[in-house]
C-alpha cells in the first residue's frame, strides 16, 4: 500500500471499530444491571441487547447505496451521529424502553457499507483485500477489547457511564473522519465490496451460499443469546462482578491460542472444512456443558474458553468462505446478504435468549445455543470443501481493440483462472483464481497493458 492508501485504510478501521466497540461493550454486562431499569423483564433486557441488529440489518445496505448517490462522508457522518444520539437516549434512559430505543438507533447508524465502499475508492484494486483484512481485524480486536472494558467501566461509572462513553466515541469516530482519511478522487460503485440488491434472488438460491447465510446467522444468534445470561451465570458460579473483565481476558487470550492451530490446519493443508466442523462442535459442548455445570466456577471458565475457540475460528473462516464461494462480480452482493443475516441474528438472538431466560431461565438459552449449534453442524456437513481460491481484479488495457468476449478468453488460457467477468464499461474484469497454481506472470503481463 502507499502511504495515502494505509493512512486512509487505518483511519476507516479505527472509525469502523470504535462504533463496534461501542454496539460491543453492553454484552458483557447489561444483564447484571437490566433488573435496575423500570419495566424489566428478561425478554426485554434480552431485546435491548439484540435490537441493534435488526436495524442495522433494515439500513446497512440502503445507507450503502446512498453514499453512491450524496457521498461517502455525508453517509458516515451521519450514521455516526445518529449512533450518538442513541448512546445519549440510552445513558438518559431509567426504563428499559428508553434503553431498547437507543439501542435501535444505535444500529441504524448502520455506517458498514459506506465504510467499505470508502474503502474501495481510497486503495487500489491490488490492495483492496489487504485493507479489507485490517478492517476486518480491527472488527476482532474492537470486539475483544468491548468484553474487557465493558466490566471494567460498568464498575466504575455503571451503565450510563457505558453508553456515555459509546456516544464520546462516535464523535471522536467523525473528528478521526474529516481529519485524517483523505476524500476521494472518484466515488463510485464497487462490485466486489457494494451490494448489488437485484442480484439477491439468484445469491439466494444457491445451496451452497445459503449454508453460509445460515451459519453467520446462527453463529451470531447463539453468541447474542448466550450473553443473555452469561453474566448471570458466571455471578451464579461465585465469580464476582469485579472479577469477570480478568475471566474475559484470560478466555480471549486463551482462545486465541487454541484457534491458530486450526487456522493454520485450514489455510495450509487443505482441512478447511474439517476444522470448521469442528469449531462448530466446540459450541455444541460448550453449550452443553453450560448447561449441565451452570454454578461450577472452573468449569464455567474452561468451557467458554471452548466457546471463544470454536467463536473465533468460525468467525475469521466465515468472510473468507464468503469470498472463496461468491461469484466473481458477485462478491459484494454476496458480503451484503451475509452481513445482514450476521445482525439479524444478533437480532434473534437477544430476542429468543431474553424470551427463554424469562421461561426457563440459563438452562433454556444454553439448550438453545447448543440444538442450534446442532442444526447447523448437520447442515454444514453437506458443504463441498472449497477450493483455495482467490479474488483479483484487473483493469483493462486502455485503446484496447479486443472485444470483452475476448478478454475473457485470453484470461481464461491463464493458468490457474477459474472464472472471469469482464465488465466493459467499469473497466474492469473479475476474477476467481487458484492461488496454489496461478501463473502469476502471464497475469503480471495482461495487467502491465493497463495505461
Known sequence: MSPSERRSVISLAGIYSLRMLGLFMILPVFALHASSYSGYSPTLAGLAIGVYGLTQAIFQIPF???????????VITAGLLIFSLGSVVAALSDSMYGVIGGRALQGAGAIAAAVMAMTADLTHEDNRTK??????????????LALILGPVLSGWFGMDGIFWTTAGLALGAVILLHLTVSNPKEEHFHRDTEAEPR???????????????????????????????????????????GDHWWVYLVVLAGSVLFMLPGILLAERHGKLKAVFLGAIGLLILAEGGLYLAPSQATAAILLMLLFFTGFNILEANLPSLASRLAPADKR?????IYSTAQFFG??????????????????????????????????ASGMRPPRPLNNRIL?????????????????????????VVVQANEGLAYLKVDRHGLDEDSL????SAEG
Open 64 to 74: 450503502g447505496r446512498l453514499s453512491d448517490k450524496i457521498g461517502r462522508k455525508p
Open 131 to 144: 485493507a479489507m483484512a485490517m478492517i476486518g481485524a480491527s472488527i476482532g480486536g474492537a470486539f475483544t
Open 332 to 336: 459484494g452482493s454476496v458480503l451484503g
Open 199 to 241: 442480484q439477491f434472488l439468484a445469491l439466494l438460491k444457491d445451496p451452497q451460499l445459503i449454508r453460509l447465510y445460515l451459519g453467520i446467522l446462527l453463529l451470531h444468534l447463539v453468541m447474542t443469546a448466550t450473553f443473555v445470561v452469561l453474566p448471570l451465570s458466571l455471578l451464579k458460579s461465585g465469580i464476582s462482578r
Open 395 to 419: 483493469r483493462l488495457p486502455v485503446n484496447s481493440t479486443e472485444s470483452s468476449s475476448e478478454i475473457e478468453q485470453r484470461l481464461r488460457a491463464v493458468r490457474g483462472v477459474i472464472d
Open 346 to 379: 444478533a437480532f434473534l438472538g437477544g430476542l429468543c435468549g431474553g424470551w427463554l431466560h424469562s421461561l426457563y431461565g440459563f438452562s433454556g438459552v444454553f439448550i438453545l445455543c447448543a440444538a442450534l449449534s446442532a442444526v447447523w453442524l448437520i447442515a
Open 444 to 447: 503480471r503481463a495482461f495487467a
